[in-house]
């Protein structure tokens, strides 16, 4: 099957600059937020959001990278690549590429139980909105409507082909 593209380049970097200043425009008296992304395009898009951040504002975003198992969640810890006290009392916005059933992100947000967080966000660049838990993104760069048989690719790390995909 053909991939048809639904956001090419430019309009997908339009959207995550667009992303970018709804999190500042929501968190605008913080000095530092953590903009946490889930390995692989998630934190590829937490990396160029913080790149953003400092580039339209004062605040000291940092990016931290989410490492868990996204085809069996449960049998692998949650992992980050600092100390989990580096995010105490932050801001923290969980940051990954395509919101479909909310699986992944509801198993991201489990170490946030047994620390203080000041405020605990979710960004997705596309929702296709097929929730099977009660998670919803406080900033969403395109709503996408698709059959549950599609797959959205978002490419974000190869300019060459840095667009939204349906297969």
């Known amino acids: 099957m053909s991939a048809k593209q639904v956001l090419d380049g430019p309009a997908l970097l339009q959207k995550i600059r667009r992303i970018s200043f709804q999190i500042f425009e929501n968190n605008f008296e913080e000095?530092?937020?953590?903009?946490?992304?889930?390995?692989?395009?998630?934190?590829?898009?937490?990396?160029?959001i913080c790149k953003h951040l400092h580039?339209?504002?004062?605040?000291?975003?940092?990016?931290?990278?989410?490492?868990?198992?996204?085809?069996?969640?449960?049998?692998?810890?949650?992992?980050?690549?600092?100390?989990?006290?580096?995010?105490?009392?932050?801001?923290?916005?969980?940051?990954?590429?395509?919101?479909n059933t909310g699986r992944t992100f509801s198993y991201s947000l489990a170490p946030f139980l047994s620390i203080p967080v000041k405020k605990l966000q979710v960004a997705v660049l596309i929702d296709r909105n097929y929730r099977k838990f009660p998670i919803a993104a406080d900033y969403i760069g395109?709503?996408?409507?698709?059959?549950?048989?599609?797959?959205?690719e978002v490419v974000i790390s190869d300019p060459a082909k840095c667009g939204v995909y349906l297969r």
């Open 31 to 48: 000095k530092e937020i953590i903009i946490a992304g889930i390995v692989g395009q998630g934190f590829a898009l937490a990396e160029i």
């Open 55 to 99: 580039e339209i504002s004062s605040i000291q975003a940092k990016a931290v990278s989410i490492t868990l198992n996204k085809e069996v969640p449960y049998e692998s810890p949650v992992r980050f690549d600092t100390d989990l006290s580096a995010l105490e009392n932050k801001v923290v916005i969980i940051v990954d590429d395509v919101l």
């Open 142 to 152: 395109y709503a996408l409507s698709t059959t549950l048989s599609e797959h959205v």
